[in-house]
Structure formats: structure tokens, C-alpha cells
């Protein structure tokens, strides 16, 4: 398993940009594939974006397609988020998780996962 801490959010204005940062600990991070979920109060935790152990491949939820970038630096043990175009409803807390094998969208597939991050975006 790997330790994960996420960092980078905070609060901003429609429209507007964060970069959450989740950064691993131990040696198996490059072997994961990283995902990063979300969970709005009084909502199921949402899919956002995941990316492949060697970064060949990623995926996205639709609500974040085209607006949102995942990826990372397997040097630094770390994965990114790049959110721009930011809105409202992006409100949430933001986690970040690991997973082996097949690349997943499934947050039951994730086996480690961070405290998560809180990301506010005002109208």
C-alpha cells in the first residue's frame, strides 16, 4: 500500500484554476494507478479522473471532461489535478486514491486513499 496526502485546495471563484497535488509515500507508487474522486455534502463520492501507472492512459468523469487534467511525476511520487473553468458545482471534497491491475473508474477498486482536500468554488 502507499500513503497519500493530498494538498492545493482552497477556495475560488467561478471561472477560475486550483492544481491539487497528492504526494505518495513508499516505493510502489510508480506501480499504481492513481485516481482522484470527489464528494459533494449529501452526495455519492463521484468519479473525476484517473491515469494509468505510466501515464499512458487517463480517463474522466463527463461532469470534468475537457476542464480537468490528470498527471504525474512518478520521480516525485506525486499525482496532479489541474482544474481550470472552474464552477460551482465542482464544490467539493477532493480525495485521492491508488489502485494495481487494470486501470479502474470504480472507487472500490482504490485500496489507498488520502484524508482529501477541500475545494470551494463561489458563484
Known amino acids: 500500500q502507499v500513503q497519500l496526502v493530498e494538498s492545493g485546495g482552497g477556495l475560488v471563484q467561478a471561472g477560475g484554476s486550483l492544481r491539487l497535488s497528492c504526494a505518495a509515500s513508499?516505493?510502489?507508487?510508480?506501480?499504481?494507478?492513481m485516481g482522484w474522486f470527489r464528494q459533494a455534502p449529501g452526495k455519492e463520492r463521484e468519479f473525476v479522473a484517473v491515469?494509468?501507472?505510466?501515464?499512458?492512459?487517463?480517463y474522466y468523469g463527463d461532469s470534468v471532461k475537457g476542464r480537468f487534467t490528470i498527471s504525474r511525476d512518478n520521480a516525485k511520487n506525486t499525482v496532479y489535478l489541474q482544474m481550470d473553468v472552474l464552477k460551482p458545482e465542482d464544490t467539493a471534497v477532493y480525495y485521492c486514491?491508488?489502485?494495481?491491475?487494470?486501470?479502474?473508474?470504480?472507487?472500490?477498486?482504490?485500496?489507498?486513499w488520502g484524508q482529501g482536500t477541500q475545494v470551494t468554488v463561489s458563484s
Open positions: 486514491a491508488a489502485a494495481v491491475g487494470y486501470v479502474s473508474t470504480n472507487s472500490g477498486d482504490f485500496r489507498s
Open positions: 491515469i494509468s501507472w505510466s501515464g499512458s492512459s487517463t
Open positions: 513508499g516505493r510502489t507508487f510508480s506501480s499504481h494507478n
